[in-house]
């Protein structure tokens, strides 16, 4: 079986052709693509997190993404439980001209149990001559229950580590 491809034909503003774009570059175009990222020096077994509240009104599809100087594990948790929920942090419209999100992240939260392991993927290593490098998810993790909330997780597996944390996300059709 053959690839899938979705697509939607745009006009270009300078030549008046029609262009097709794949599903996931349309959104971007449409301003219902936001990102956020994350950046942190870790120490050994330290993590960074994001908490994700996915719109109540829209189906929102989620990517994560994480490199790492050296090892690292990324890992995405559904119905985490916290103590404090941190702070909002501000997505970013990839459509510069684009509005806010209606799904929630916060950082810097305390958390109390990670949830359901619902995905986890190993970056870099600190063997050898072997270094970094960086993962993530290359599909989307739709949400379609409202209240569920995620968790995403980067824990360093070596000291004074790089990372960065990345999550994009797009919010389409209502629930």
């Given amino acids: 079986m053959g690839i899938v491809s979705f697509h939607n034909l745009v006009k270009d503003?300078?030549?008046?052709?029609?262009?097709?774009?794949?599903?996931?570059?349309?959104?971007?175009?449409?301003?219902?693509?936001?990102?956020?990222v994350k950046k942190a020096t870790l120490a050994s077994g330290a993590s960074t997190v994001f908490l994700f509240r996915p719109s109540t009104t829209l189906v929102t599809h989620l990517k994560m993404f994480g490199t790492s100087q050296l090892e690292s594990e990324l890992d995405l948790?559904?119905?985490?439980?916290?103590?404090?929920?941190?702070?909002?942090f501000t997505a970013s419209n990839k459509l510069t001209s684009g509005g806010d999100p209606t799904s929630i992240i916060r950082h810097s939260?305390?958390?109390?149990?990670?949830?359901?392991?619902?995905?986890?993927?190993?970056?870099?290593?600190?063997?050898?001559?072997?270094?970094?490098?960086?993962?993530?998810?290359?599909?989307?993790?739709?949400?379609?229950?409202?209240?569920t909330e995620y968790l995403i997780r980067l824990r360093s597996g070596a000291n004074t580590n790089l990372t960065s944390l990345l999550i994009e996300f797009y919010e389409s059709g209502d629930i």
């Fill in 109 to 147: 939260a305390t958390i109390t149990a990670s949830g359901t392991l619902l995905d986890s993927y190993m970056i870099g290593s600190s063997g050898g001559a072997g270094g970094g490098g960086e993962g993530g998810s290359r599909n989307e993790w739709p949400n379609d229950v409202p209240g």
């Fill in 77 to 88: 948790f559904k119905n985490p439980e916290y103590s404090a929920s941190g702070t909002v």
């Fill in 13 to 36: 503003d300078l030549s008046g052709a029609f262009v097709e774009l794949d599903f996931e570059h349309y959104n971007i175009h449409r301003g219902v693509t936001w990102h956020g």
